[in-house]
């Protein structure tokens, strides 16, 4: 075993925070990517968290090598990170200027120039000795080459397109015009320079080798890579705000349980591998069979402490919604799936039936104006044979016989072989089903016990299926409120700067209003002409304009789009009237399209006219979803493209 020194500690320290550092950046650049992969701000910070991963890669793996060669070889792979480093500033920079509004053809040319020569600065670096002497100093805790001869032209570029690039962000930063997002690109000024910190060579600048002593130069290391992953941290979670109307309590506390999840899981399992000793024999055990269990002990116990932490999380992220949140989350445990009713029935009626001693038994509920049985104990042949013979009066005609028998702790009277049982509401004025149980061919004898469990079960039957009208109700204002909630998560992808190219979408879409389905269907009632298309507001959107390109009138141009809307709901396959999955399509095609009465696309549809109602307001709905989709499209199109362009030509150059 090695000899604990100062030198070694600081060492094995600056090892565990290169790998720490490393995760974290490399952990940063794929949330980023998950989570705005369409914002060229997220799309540049990912690139930046890439160059300095390549970098933290170099130091983790210089830790391990044996030859120079090798140091060679990872010294030179760091500057695919190095090198681009300061293109990928200036273009971030660019992409807030553009996001406030203020885009610039020559800042942008500027950044084409940048990454061409950090390409050639690079080629440099692997091929000649301008840039880099094959010569490794300060190895191996703080392995580096010497400089070469135009090292500091290198330098002098690193240092001022870097230093265009906070300028720049200085500038986005003035062009905020609230408090909130002036406060957000404060965090990106502050935290700037982290990525640069992290990559740039300082040792190369003092050019003799080994001046500095080792220790001093692990201390600063180790200061520098805690300083950078808390400001790496920081900018992460600014950047992760731009361009979107996300509350701020869900990017704080989506970023902060993934990286209490990723990120610093796996620093933790690593310490655990690089802090064990490096000793053929730890407690009689090989090392790798303790290390194994080590680790394997730490995930397990990480996970115990991450779930103790979560109050705390919560506490601060939600803050004053904390109540509300705990109690959104707690629904979540207790609201039942329709097989969970079910199933919860079905485990009533048998209980009720093994009591009775009697194999056969049935739960029977209204479900679409007929009689359904929700249930079923032993033969389903004999509960379909009771449907057969009963009707739908029977659930108004019952009485509480049976149920004031088993209360007084006598058998009740018996109707058709069976014992039929209402299953009411709390406050018995409607009639939720009935609990039908054969009579069994021997009367059995119950105990004042068995009595009080069967009427206790009959009570659950009845909360059960309560609770789940209950929850119908509830699904249904979901359903209800759907397209509003797709507008309000469409609003997070939204700019959030006050630019008159961003303000624009905000203000004037109608997909973003809440009565879009509406608009929606207002016009379909007048596909074939009238003022609910002439005039519609769904005339201001960007597809539809593109459309009245090409048809020259706005009615033939929006009963076009809403054509297309109509087919992108169109099942594969051969078309049939009354297969579930062609509904909808049917309904808007037959109904709005066609021009038949509801009457007899009902009809032909095999359906109530209730049930059309229904299904024809999930029709619009699935409509006003695909036109929300095709105006994203499109919108997204016109930004990246020739509205770009239109643009451009309207501003003058900046920066």
């Known amino acids: 075993m090695e000899a604990i020194t100062l030198t070694s500690v600081l060492g094995l320290t600056n090892l565990i925070l290169s790998a720490a550092n490393l995760i974290l950046v490399f952990s940063l650049f794929l949330y980023i990517l998950a989570h705005n992969l369409w914002n060229s701000v997220a799309?540049?910070?990912?690139?930046?968290?890439?160059?300095?991963?390549?970098?933290?890669?170099?130091?983790?793996?210089?830790?391990?090598?044996?030859?120079?060669?090798?140091?060679?070889?990872?010294?030179?792979?760091?500057?695919?990170?190095?090198?681009?480093?300061?293109?990928?500033?200036?273009?971030?920079?660019?992409?807030?200027?553009?996001?406030?509004?203020?885009?610039?053809?020559?800042?942008?040319?500027?950044?084409?120039?940048?990454?061409?020569?950090?390409?050639?600065?690079?080629?440099?670096?692997?091929?000649?000795?301008l840039l880099l002497r094959n010569k490794v100093v300060y190895a191996p805790l703080a392995s580096q080459l010497t400089a070469g001869p135009y090292f500091w032209v290198f330098a002098l570029y690193f240092f001022l397109t870097s230093g265009w690039g906070l300028v720049n962000t200085l500038w986005a930063r003035q062009r905020c015009l609230t408090t909130l997002s002036r406060r957000r690109m404060t965090y990106l000024v502050a935290t700037f320079a982290a990525p640069g910190m992290a990559v740039f060579p300082y040792l190369l600048l003092a050019s003799t080798p080994a001046t500095l002593s080792p220790d001093f130069i692990l201390v600063l290391s180790a200061l520098g890579n805690i300083g950078v992953a808390a400001m790496t941290a920081i900018m992460a979670y600014s950047v992760a705000y731009q361009s979107t109307l996300a509350p701020d309590r869900v990017v704080k506390h989506s970023m902060i349980?993934?990286?209490?999840?990723?990120?610093l899981l796996g620093t933790f399992v690593i310490g655990i591998a690089l802090v064990v000793p490096r000793v053929e024999i730890i407690l009689g055990l090989p090392r790798e069979t303790f290390l194994i269990f080590s680790i394997v002990t730490g995930i397990v116990l990480y996970q115990v402490l991450l779930k103790l932490a979560q109050p705390l999380v919560d506490r601060l992220t939600y803050e004053g919604d904390r109540t509300e949140i705990t109690w959104l989350q707690s629904v979540d445990e207790r609201l039942l799936t329709s097989s969970?009713?079910?199933?919860?029935?079905?485990?009533?009626?048998?209980?009720?039936?093994?009591?009775?001693?009697?194999?056969?038994?049935?739960?029977?509920?209204?479900?679409?104006?007929?009689?359904?049985?929700?249930?079923?104990?032993?033969?389903?042949?004999?509960?379909?044979?009771?449907?057969?013979?009963?009707?739908?009066?029977?659930?108004?005609?019952?009485?509480?016989?049976?149920?004031?028998?088993?209360?007084?702790?006598?058998?009740?009277?018996?109707?058709?072989e069976h014992w039929l049982i209402p299953l009411r509401t709390s406050q018995e004025n409607a009639t939720l089903g009935i609990l039908t149980v054969a009579v069994p061919p021997i009367m059995p004898e119950l105990t004042e016990r068995e009595y009080a469990v069967i009427s206790q079960l009959i009570r659950r039957a009845e909360t059960t299926l309560e609770d789940r009208r209950l929850q119908q109700s509830i699904f249904a204002l979901i359903h209800q409120l759907t397209p509003q909630l797709d507008s309000m998560r469409q609003w997070r992808h939204e700019m959030r700067y006050p630019g008159p190219e961003t303000l624009a979408p905000l203000e004037n879409s109608p997909v973003l209003a809440p009565d879009f389905p509406k608009m929606v269907r207002e016009a379909l009632n007048h596909y074939w002409g009238g003022p609910s298309l002439s005039e519609s507001p769904l005339l201001q959107l960007d597809v539809v304009q593109r459309a009245l390109r090409e048809y020259g009138n706005?009615?033939?141009?929006?009963r076009a789009v809403l054509e297309h809307a109509i087919e992108e709901l169109k099942p594969e396959g051969q078309r049939r009237l009354t297969s579930p999955e062609w509904t909808l399509y049917n309904i808007l095609d037959l109904k709005y399209v066609r021009g038949h009465r509801v009457h007899d696309v009902a009809n032909r549809l095999a359906i109530s006219e209730s049930d059309f109602y229904r299904k024809q307001r999930r029709a619009i709905e699935e409509v006003a979803k695909a036109l929300a989709t095709m105006e994203q499209k499109t919108a997204g199109a016109d930004r990246n493209g020739e509205g770009d362009n239109e643009h451009h030509k309207n501003h003058e150059d900046a920066g």
Request: glycine fraction near 6%; include cysteine; hydrophobic fraction near 50%.
């Open 554 to 558: 706005p009615s033939k141009a929006l």
């Open 43 to 129: 799309r540049t910070f990912a690139a930046l968290m890439g160059c300095v991963a390549v970098v933290y890669a170099g130091d983790v793996l210089l830790a391990k090598v044996t030859s120079v060669e090798a140091a060679i070889f990872w010294l030179k792979f760091q500057w695919l990170g190095i090198a681009f480093v300061p293109a990928v500033y200036l273009h971030f920079s660019d992409a807030l200027l553009r996001l406030t509004g203020a885009p610039s053809k020559r800042r942008r040319l500027a950044v084409g120039l940048s990454y061409a020569s950090s390409a050639v600065f690079f080629l440099l670096a692997l091929d000649s000795n």
């Open 340 to 416: 969970e009713i079910e199933q919860m029935m079905k485990n009533i009626l048998t209980a009720i039936c093994d009591l009775l001693r009697t194999p056969d038994g049935s739960v029977i509920v209204m479900r679409n104006g007929q009689l359904h049985t929700e249930a079923h104990c032993g033969s389903k042949r004999a509960a379909g044979k009771w449907l057969q013979t009963s009707t739908v009066d029977v659930l108004s005609n019952i009485g509480d016989e049976v149920r004031e028998a088993f209360q007084r702790n006598t058998l009740p009277p018996i109707e058709n």
């Open 257 to 263: 349980l993934y990286l209490l999840r990723g990120p």
